[in-house]
């Protein structure tokens, strides 16, 4: 178990809400946008409405391009806090909230609080993430899922190889990596374990890679995310075919379901999004930088 002092819990959970409160401020600022979040937030209306939680439902009909979770988060948020832009995108927060915690909190135990109050900084401020937690859709939900289960695998692993106690991070990890796959399906689990194996074999700590393969995790996983999919195929006989087949392998290897960019939108879309911050990331990512010794971890974002 990691020891934290009531000192620092109490720090976290400032930094905790500074975060939330960051996000929420102006997301009430501008009203939904066609298509995505008036067709999202609508079907997590329609629960409410409805008081039918389970099946997703968009105009009367299951709607089962994705899992539950947004609409649950969604639902529940316009319950509490009434039919409003905040509550709408409430999901988004929560997401971009998770995932910056959570690197402020990896930061703080591998490098210095001071080191994680600069690196929550330098995300805080990029229009890409900032703008990601003001928009109602599933990306944020599933980023912040993603990326805290990957800093808490990669903790966890850290403290496994020095023989620390590793359970509790890597209990949260495969939970989170459970929510993920409820908020967009198998990436939510599939892209971070591939990173944690890949970084744990190119790194060649085996010892550590034995330890992520913890089956109490695979349980906590499975009772998770097993129910409702459980649920909607007994309910929808077709629903395993749809879901998997179709809505995560059929819809990449046809176009009509992705939307196309020319090989430069990318690259130009993350330098301009990542402003001001991108000259700093291109200066860190030179191999040259890393094999300088005098370079460490509290150096990197002066």
């Not at 979040?37 to 389970?54: F, H, N, P, Q, T």
Request: hydrophobic share 60%; net charge positive.
């Amino acid at each position: 178990m990691i020891a934290v002092p009531v000192q620092s819990v109490r720090n976290n959970f400032i930094v905790a809400m500074l975060i939330l409160a960051w996000f929420a401020a102006t997301a009430w600022a501008r009203p939904l946008m066609l298509p995505d979040e008036g067709r999202y937030v609508g079907i997590a209306l329609e629960m409410m409405m409805s008081g039918s939680w389970l099946t997703p439902m968009l105009d009367g009909l299951p709607f089962f391009h994705k899992p539950p979770l947004f609409y649950w988060l969604t639902g529940g948020a316009l319950s509490v806090f009434g039919v409003n832009e905040w509550a709408a995108r409430f999901a988004s927060i929560l997401g971009a909230t998770v995932g910056a915690f959570t690197l402020y909190f990896y930061a703080v135990h591998q490098v210095s609080r001071r080191f994680a109050k600069l690196v929550l900084l330098v995300l805080l401020t990029q229009p890409l993430f900032f703008s990601g937690a003001q928009f109602a859709n599933l990306d944020m939900l599933v980023a912040g899922c993603i990326s805290a289960t990957i800093l808490l695998a990669a903790l966890a692993a850290d403290r496994a190889d020095r023989g620390l106690p590793f359970r509790r991070p890597l209990a949260l990890a495969y939970l989170l990596a459970a929510a993920g796959v409820l908020a967009k399906g198998l990436i939510g689990a599939v892209l971070p374990g591939l990173v944690i194996v890949i970084w744990l074999i190119v790194m060649r700590r085996f010892g550590a890679l034995r330890a992520m393969l913890w089956w109490p995790g695979f349980f906590l996983f499975g009772i998770v995310v097993a129910p409702w999919f459980i649920a909607m195929q007994m309910q929808f006989p077709d629903f395993f075919d749809y879901f998997f087949v179709v809505q995560h392998f059929r819809r990449f290897a046809q176009g009509g379901f992705n939307n196309v960019q020319p090989f430069w939108f990318y690259p130009v879309l993350l330098i301009v999004f990542t402003l001001p911050w991108f000259a700093w990331l291109y200066r860190s990512a030179g191999r040259a930088y890393w094999r300088n010794a005098e370079h460490r971890p509290e150096r990197m974002l002066m």
